[in-house]
């Protein structure tokens, strides 16, 4: 079977495109997945600055992990409940 050049420059100019598109959304996903971390940092150093805006949910999920704490403490110094 004969070969003609143009089958291999019609060839490598696929590669390069194939291999610039699968490049291109892969640096666009990750600069994507970059801005949304930086969100979520954003967020919980928002969230951190202001203890004052806790939901009734997660102050009786830390007073109930204080309280086990307190249990563990006087069970390790030999106390019982």
Do not use: C
């Not at 939901?55 to 307190?70: F, G, M, P, Q």
């Amino acid at each position: 079977m004969e070969q003609y050049p143009n089958f291999y420059i019609i060839i490598g100019i696929f590669a390069v495109l194939m291999v610039s598109i699968v490049s291109a959304l892969g640096l666009h996903g990750w600069r994507d997945w970059i801005a949304l971390k930086h969100a979520e940092l954003d967020k919980m150093r928002r969230g951190s600055d202001t203890p004052s805006e806790l939901s009734a949910t997660s102050r009786i999920e830390v007073a109930d992990l204080k309280e086990r704490v307190k249990r563990l403490e006087a069970i390790a110094a030999g106390i019982d409940i």
